[in-house]
């Protein structure tokens, strides 16, 4: 298992440094909402969408991201106030409460207030900052993911939230950030990015993007336990699907942006 998904998570990344160094702005974005797409794809068969409510959910999505791409204004306090909203009050009350049902209205609202700001902010990102820089953002989804799982596998003894998923430790989340941390005060002390100016902006990154990282994971995890499906799709060996891969992801970029947006 291990294995698959290291393997898994290599080819992805292989993946996705190129698509963010070496395609044409066009062809970026339009991979990156293909990404979405197949996400939403699998939210809506999780909880047992017919085809045409599939295809009408993605129309919408899709509607909605060619009309921003379109708008001749500026966006992005819009979508601030729509990713904080959600990751920072919607989807932890979610957890608090615990709902043992979604509606497929429900669903569908998550679909939009979930992947359309992750994906905006992920576009301008790119092009305001920069592909490295980008990527030094992703990557704090990953190394928290990674500090999480060694760090709770070895050490992991008091559950996170047993009741939504009973595999996650308070160590592990503890591991995560410090592995966050150390990775975010190591480029700033480099001079590796523009969006860290002191240390302690770089531990208030580490704190916030890491406890939203655990934030996404545990969200996705309750959909899918609700949902009573193991994983999201089959398409990743290892990893599930798409939307296994990329829940904390979508969290983390989303609240990056409207961090960093708000210090321009």
């Not at 794809?41 to 085809?51: I, S």
């Not at 966050?180 to 860290?196: P, S």
């Not at 990154?205 to 890491?210: D, E, M, N, Y």
Request: some cysteine; proline content about 4%.
């Amino acid at each position: 298992m291990l294995k698959h998904r290291t393997i898994t998570a290599l080819i992805l990344f292989v993946i996705t440094c190129s698509i963010i160094f070496y395609a044409p702005p066009l062809i970026f974005a339009s991979c990156w909402w293909l990404l979405c797409l197949i996400a939403i794809y699998e939210l809506a068969k999780m909880y047992r969408f017919n085809l045409t409510q599939i295809i009408a959910l993605m129309a919408l999505s899709s509607a909605a991201v060619i009309g921003i791409a379109l708008a001749n204004y500026d966006l992005s306090q819009l979508i601030r106030i729509i990713s904080v909203t959600t990751w920072c009050f919607v989807i932890p009350l979610t957890l608090i409460f615990v709902p043992k049902k979604f509606s497929k209205t429900t669903i569908s609202v998550f679909a939009l207030i979930l992947f359309i700001p992750a994906y905006y902010a992920i576009n301008v990102l790119h092009a305001f900052l920069g592909p490295w820089q980008l990527i030094s953002i992703m990557m704090i989804a990953w190394v928290a993911d990674t500090g999480a799982y060694f760090v709770g596998k070895a050490f992991g003894k008091r559950k996170l939230a047993p009741q939504i998923s009973p595999g996650k430790s308070i160590e592990g989340a503890l591991g995560g950030f410090a592995l966050v941390v150390i990775y975010l005060i190591t480029l700033k002390g480099l001079n590796l990015v523009d969006y860290l100016p002191t240390y302690g902006t770089a531990f208030k990154f580490a704190f916030i993007l890491t406890a939203i990282s655990i934030v996404g994971d545990l969200f996705e995890s309750w959909l899918k336990r609700v949902a009573q499906v193991k994983d999201s799709g089959t398409i990743l060996p290892g990893h599930g699907g798409v939307f296994d891969r990329i829940d904390s992801l979508i969290a983390v970029v989303a609240i990056a942006f409207a961090i960093i947006r708000g210090m321009l």
